[in-house]
């Protein structure tokens, strides 16, 4: 008896697309506006989702509090209301592409749950762009 | 040529988080403020799916009003406006959780569709919180 | 230089609509299945928005921060996880409506605000119905 | 390092469904409504997703500009205010049901990305019914 | 103790902004491609708002039920899977924009309800164009 | 004959609620994490409404195309994927609150339309938080 279960949050962040080793053209070429050496930003909604078997006693595969309040503690105080670029550490060499973004934040849950449950993240940059991860 | 067909759908209900076999302290323990003796209740939005191969002649994997109506005689009827725990004869020894309520969900709307044919139920509990189940 | 500043927040409860000096079959007759005696319930969302001046030091009519945490105390803490008419005193003898909650909602947040300033209250009982209230 | 791009984006159109082959009665007991000889229409949201690879240089599966713009030049062009079943060529003797036009869409787009990639084409008729196309 | 009590509800039609009475060319130049002579069509949102005072007695401005199947048997019944150029009387000669249509909506409930309550029609032509009518 | 047409939009920025004339310290106090000197952003959703008469030679308050393209020029051009503080002129001296950038919108549009039209701008900073400004 497997389900998943799904829980949103959201952060707000200013990124910069670019890589430090390009020309300033090869980064206006390859990421346009994206490349904005001021920054922009986004409120970023993020989805994370467990599959896993369904606890005869309880009737929960995940208690969504135990799951929201992992992503807070993880992602929300770690992401929420900072320029990913200068002040996140995993994307000191890492640029903060929704892709990478995403595998960041799979890679800093996938710890915490357990091996055999499967784990999948939806990150949306905005309302018409979003990314899925599953690792 | 398969496609998934789905349609949302919606019901409201009162539900109540708790194992009778359980004190109440274990109860307010895993079910927190869910356990409220005296119910609490949500708007549940319902997404069910249907996948299997486009019939040449229709254009169609199932006609959308069918699957409307199944819904809503099987579903609808059956949970809305209703306290899952006292009045769903599915919940009398089940725990109305978002994981349990999919799968029940899912068992009453199997036996309606081809056995080749894939069957999805999605069920919101909150619009931040929301359970997928496949069988 | 007005603006009006708005904050949604959402809370789940559950109710039952009638009168205790009707009898039932009236309360059928009026409430239909929102009479049910043993409850139905709600994800309720609620935009509170506050309408004055521009504080021209700090350009905020009033910190949304603040707002927020006056919607939880003030309400999220009193009606979330609960049976509205069992345990919400606003509700012990008054018939929990969408309209009558609004004007609970407004009658509780209208002495935290200055009295120059103006309060809307729009809650939302399904994601089809809702209710506007301006005192 | 797979993952999986989004991109949102719609059209509006009007259509009919009916077989040119069938008589009007038998179109009417199938189509219903759908059948209106006059047309009737959508406002059509698509989801086009594509999983692939994240390019180390970039950190992107695709560019999602140009997954927009192809999206744009592919299918918004030919179907945006348009009769699908009198001005779209390829539903000249397809019915265009969510599930032929979502097949179309995806016929149309497969062409134009890398042969290991994957596409998944979904296609919202109405905010409640959505067909889900992969190939 | 007033309130505005508003549901939502929607239609699907065709539609072609022209004149009859102007030029193919003088249609086209400011009607662009919404003359498409073949029709176009939208899934129109339609939100009914009702401002009356709250009926001491049931804690009701209008039961919500009242106002669905008005809306159902004067507007969902006339309007859906229609064209509204050809197929709806109203708009014969009157060129069927969405402010003409939240407009003939507007007029054709207004009779149902007391004089002395306000009505408003609100009308999504697409998820990013509306229009609001108050008489 | 008067409407209100309505068009949504949206821009992506940076941005960072400080003044300049104020200690760290106080900036801290007053706007939290909205202070992080390195800025952080916001995906901000825009409706932009013209309430005025009906012409009846077209049935339009407003061409939305018009309106659209106006947003386009005078506010997604100026302000989409920039950092507000540092990069729009308007922000130089005035802290960019979601009350003040629609403050500025409003101002920005205020000269496109007829003096006896109104004019509403209503500003999205996040899905939770929005601010609506008439002038």
Not at 76 to 92: R, S, T
Request: aromatic share 12%.
């Amino acid at each position: 008896m497997k389900a998943k279960v799904s829980r949103k949050a959201h952060f707000n962040a200013a990124h910069r697309l670019y890589r430090k080793d390009w020309s300033f053209e090869e980064n206006e070429r390859i990421f346009g506006k994206c490349n904005n050496p001021e920054f922009h930003g986004h409120n970023y909604e993020l989805i994370v989702s467990v599959t896993g078997e369904i606890d005869p006693e309880t009737g929960f595969v995940i208690d969504v509090k135990v799951l929201k309040d992992l992503i807070k503690s993880e992602i929300e105080d770690a992401f929420d209301h900072k320029n990913l670029n200068v002040q996140v550490p995993e994307f000191k060499n890492l640029n903060p592409t929704a892709e990478n973004i995403a595998m960041v934040i799979w890679n800093k849950l996938r710890p915490h749950f357990n091996a055999k449950d499967a784990l999948e993240v939806v990150l949306y940059e905005t309302p018409r762009n979003f990314v899925t991860y599953i690792g």
